[in-house]
Every structure is written in structure tokens, then in C-alpha cells.
């Protein structure tokens, strides 16, 4: 939306013989519309951003000779066919099949079309002509999916006994509400992300790795599960609707998972206070991707030994960072998690100097790592890390004993303490 709009009043300001089109699905609350109060903020949709489509569909919109510019957001990567399609922009990750399906939109043939050409601003070349070489000449599936394979992970989340089916009915209710509010469908995750959580700070304390394992497992079976589901669910009836309330519930928990343990709510970024004085537009290189002739490895099928495959690299460089930080801190008296933490703590506030930034941008990683300035950065955050950490120690001491219960209380030391 923000897109479309920017483009829209450059068009205007410059008078130039454009329209915008922008494709997306569902509704979205209004990017430019600040809530005040407890007031919800108005949700536009596709068809309240393209006006002129009067009830007619997007595409056949676009084909019209006075249309030009689409901004698709996550839409049209297949089952799109526009021939006129000459050029595309990319501000997205694509890999595998999903960039095959995204850049093949420009392939179509049209008379007095002879060029097109792709400005990608995030992909690696070389990464998206092995995602297309999979498919060139030939391709065919070396390992067949397992249809199975949704029914077996929903049985292992109902099994880890995080949340009930009820709580996965309220969270289905609350997320197909139109008209409902935010707060009714985080609150209905609430009972499941305090379970985890709850669970996840008891093996944090116990020194539990097994149990961290399976709590691991669990958020890595999230994603599987609703990845699994909304293939599969392109072929298979299911008959049960359970499967595909369980798939939004998986969705919703692990993201909430991911704000409550991998570093809180993102801080909303945004470009308010900059001001635009100079640009530079550079090209900085053409990339021919020519595909090689020969036959291409065979495709792999959705498996559950292939997503336990992936399971394991995870864990196996989890367990390697583990290693490298106990090759330093190996003979302290802490667990591997407060000691992994402690450096990612280091890192963060070391990562956030202006200067090292502006150093990581202008030179390579070997050149960077021998910075002066990378060391003293470093220096000066484990001391203010180490002053930080004393002055808070220092000052829970120094409470009365009634505030630090009810300081406690506040991080739900009642509600952990009943879990374990």
C-alpha cells in the first residue's frame, strides 16, 4: 500500500502518463492511519485501493492499454498470464520453485515484445539460476510426498500439550471474525504462549536440556505444520476443519512465540524523520543467467524425514554455537543458555555503534574483523554490560522485600511456579 501510494503521487507531481494498480488479499489495517485511543484503525482492501475496478476483476483490469504499473504484494506468482509484461522490480527474498513461479510471469510471448529484464534489489544471481536450473529441460520427483505427513505432526502438537482444541476453536473464531477486534484473538493465544513460556523458563532453570529440546521441536513442528497443511491441502480433502483452524492457530503461536523469546516486540522503524537531500541511482552490474544443459537433480517431495533433516541442521548450528561460546566461557559456573545470551546481549549493543555499521558496509568481513575500532566497540559494551548488570543487581537488593514480590508477581512468578 505504501508502495502504490509513494508511486502514485510521484506520477502526480511529475504529471506523468501512468496509472497503479496494487494486488494483495484479505485486508490490512491503513499503513498512514494512526489509531487514537482504543479507536481501531480502518482496514482497506483490494478493492478499496483500486477504485476503478468497479466490481471487475484486477487482471483484466491490467490488460487494458491505459494500465502500466502492478504492485503485487505475496499474489500472482502463478496462474497469472499477462503477455505484456515486459519488466519487474523485486524487494523480496525468492528461492526454489517460488522464484521460478515469480519471474516466469515475463516469459509469456507477445508480438513486438522482444526484451525483458528483471531489477532485483535483494537475490543473489546465482541463487536464483540454481533455483531455475532444477527445472530446466526436464524435472522429475526422486522423492514422493507423504500424505500422511499433516496428520502425523497435528498428533505430535496435540501431544505436547500446550494448548486444547477449545483454545484452537476460539483462536479460529476470533481470526474469521470480520469484524472482531485485535485484542479477542491475541488474548485467546494467551493461555498457549503462557504454557510454553511458562515450560520453557522451568527447563531454562533447570538446566533441562531435553526438555529445551522438545520445547524446540514443538516451535519448529509450528512451522512445519502449517507449511505441510497448506500444501497438502491443494490436493487433499481432509474433512475435518480442524486441520485448517489448526494450521492459523499454528501460524498465530509461533509468531507469538518468536516476540516473547527471541527478543520482544520489534521496534516499529520507520522513515519519518529522514529527509531526502541527495540520491545516486547506480547500476552496479548486468547478470546473464545462462542455464547448463545436462539433467537436472531430481525434485524432493514434503516428507517427514526431510523436515526432521531440517530440524537437525537447526539444531546441529544451535549446538555449534553453543560450542564457540564455550570455547571462551566453557569453565564458568552457567548454564550454555544464560552464557549464550550474555554474548548475544554483547553483540546486540555492539552491533548498534553508527561507526561499525558504516564499516560493515564499506569493507569485507576479514577486513572488518581486524578493525581497531571493532575491538574498542566490543570493550566498551562488556563494560556497560557488566555495569548495567551490577547496577540492576545492586538494585534488586536494595528493594524492600514487598516490591520485589510484587515485581515478581508482575513476571508471572505464580503462574510459573503453578506450571512447574
Known amino acids: ?51 476503478e475496478l468497479r466490481g471487475r476483476g484486477l487482471a483484466g483490469v491490467f490488460s487494458q492499454e491505459d494500465q502500466n504499473i502492478l504492485i ?51 537475490n543473489d544471481p546465482a541463487q536464483i539460476l540454481a533455483a531455475f ?21 497435528m498428533t ?6 500446550i494448548y ?24 485467546a493465544l494467551v493461555p498457549a504462549v503462557e504454557r510454553f513460556t511458562n515450560r520453557w523458563s522451568r527447563a531454562v532453570y533447570d538446566d533441562d536440556a531435553a526438555a529445551r529440546d522438545e520445547l524446540d521441536e514443538f516451535r519448529s513442528l509450528l512451522g512445519q505444520y502449517t507449511k505441510s497443511y497448506a500444501f497438502f491441502s491443494q490436493i487433499l480433502n481432509f474433512g475435518d476443519t480442524y486441520y485448517l483452524k489448526l494450521s492459523v492457530f499454528a501460524d498465530l503461536l509461533a509468531r507469538l512465540l ?10 516499529t522503524v520507520t522513515a519519518d524523520d529522514v529527509v531526502l537531500t541527495h540520491y545516486r541511482l547506480e547500476k552496479q552490474r548486468d547478470e546473464d543467467l545462462q542455464l547448463e544443459d545436462g539433467e537436472a537433480r531430481g525434485l524432493q517431495g514434503m516428507t517427514e524425514a526431510g ?11 544451535k549446538a555449534e554455537l553453543v560450542e564457540k561460546v564455550n570455547r571462551f566461557l566453557g569453565g564458568l559456573d552457567a548454564s550454555d543458555e544464560h552464557k549464550v545470551s550474555a554474548v548475544e546481549l554483547l ?30 566497540v566490543l570493550e566498551d559494551s562488556v563494560w556497560n554490560q557488566n555495569r548495567q548488570s551490577e547496577a540492576i543487581a545492586k538494585r534488586l537488593q536494595e528493594l524492600p522485600p514487598t516490591d520485589l514480590v510484587e515485581l515478581a508477581m508482575a513476571f508471572d512468578l505464580w503462574e510459573r511456579s503453578r506450571a512447574g
Do not use: C
Open 1 to 51: 500500500m505504501k508502495y502504490q501510494r509513494a508511486f502514485q503521487k510521484h506520477i502526480e507531481r511529475e504529471k506523468l502518463p501512468l496509472k497503479t494498480l496494487v494486488a494483495f488479499s484479505g485486508s490490512l489495517p491503513d499503513p498512514d492511519v494512526t489509531a487514537i485511543g482504543n479507536a481501531a484503525v480502518p482496514e482497506v482492501t483490494e478493492a478499496s485501493m483500486n477504485p
Open 72 to 122: 503485487v504484494a505475496n499474489k500472482y506468482q502463478t496462474g497469472f498470464d499477462q503477455p505484456l509484461l515486459t519488466a519487474m522490480y523485486v524487494d523480496k527474498q525468492l528461492s526454489g520453485i517460488a522464484a521460478v513461479q515469480t519471474l516466469s510471469r515475463l516469459n509469456r510471448r507477445a508480438d513486438g515484445k522482444k526484451n525483458t529484464y528483471v531489477l532485483d534489489f535483494v
Open 133 to 153: 536450473q532444477d527445472y530446466y529441460e526436464d524435472a522429475r520427483i526422486e522423492t514422493d510426498s507423504d500424505p500422511d505427513l499433516v496428520a502425523k505432526q
Open 156 to 161: 505430535k502438537l496435540d501431544a505436547a500439550n
Open 164 to 187: 486444547t482444541p477449545a483454545e484452537v476453536d476460539r483462536v479460529w473464531a476470533a481470526w474469521s471474525d470480520r469484524n472482531g477486534k485485535r485484542g479477542a484473538l491475541t488474548s
Open 258 to 267: 518468536r516476540e516473547q523469546l527471541d527478543g520482544g516486540e520489534r521496534e
Open 307 to 317: 523436515m526432521t533433516r531440517q530440524q537437525e541442521r537447526e539444531r546441529a548450528a
Open 347 to 376: 553483540v546486540r549493543e555492539a552491533a548498534e555503534n553508527k561507526d561499525l555499521q558504516q564499516q560493515a558496509r564499506n569493507n569485507t568481513r576479514v577486513d572488518f574483523s581486524h578493525s581497531p575500532q571493532v575491538r574498542l
